[in-house]
């Protein structure tokens, strides 16, 4: 594990007053914006958005908004999280594969609703500090891979359903291989730094059906593991 830790870490209580405000001020938000999954709702009022940011983010953890966090990424909007999940309509017994684990949020809101999450990120320091993180909530069935999440995880295939948190330049195929029959993939396409779609993607025997959500802006996949960071 890294040495270093987040300052974030350091301030979390799990019975501040004003982050049960703020959650349930957001879930209505959310409400309203047409989210109506009861289950999807249920997660992200039950995992706490202050602890996957640092200090300096704390007073903006429930604005419906993405959020820089470390190595140069980002900390989706929970509107965002909150569609993407949903979209995915993941079953208790579903394993989950994540890729692009960054803050460590998405992974744990999908821990509340499957059986099983692996997530891959090609950060060190981004999968360190998501591990503690969850260590810190008690979250026991999400398994962190150092890798390039455009290979997928072949050897723990297939799986039920699989998320990407990055913008793919178009739709992962190695990835979609990787579902079983029925299942579902959310992912984002599109040019780097631009307007991407996001596509709900449902494997048919072996035919795609791909359905447009809506228009969003992600950071890029990039291939291969960072060599520092």
Partial sequence: ?????????????????????????LILL???QGIRDSRVLSALERVPRRLFLSANSHTLAYADRALPIECGQTISAPSIVALMTE????EPAHRVLEIGTG?????????????HVDTMERYRTLMELAEQRMATLGITNVN??????????????????IIVTAAAPELPQTL???????????????????????IKVTRRGSRLEEKVLCQVR?????PGVASRL
């Fill in 1 to 25: 594990m890294n040495d270093s830790t987040d300052d974030s870490f350091d301030s979390w209580d799990d019975s501040n007053e004003g982050d049960r405000i703020a959650t349930a001020e």
């Fill in 30 to 32: 959310l409400r309203r």
């Fill in 87 to 90: 979209a995915l309509e993941i």
């Fill in 103 to 115: 803050s460590g949020y998405q992974a744990a809101v999908l821990s509340k609703l499957a059986d």
């Fill in 144 to 161: 962190f891979h150092l890798a390039d999440g455009f290979e997928g995880l072949p050897e723990r295939a297939p799986f039920d359903r």
């Fill in 176 to 198: 979609a291989a990787q579902l079983v029959g029925g299942g579902i993939m959310v992912v984002p396409v599109g040019p780097s730094g631009g307007v991407q779609d996001l």
């Fill in 218 to 222: 992600f950071v890029p996949m990039v």
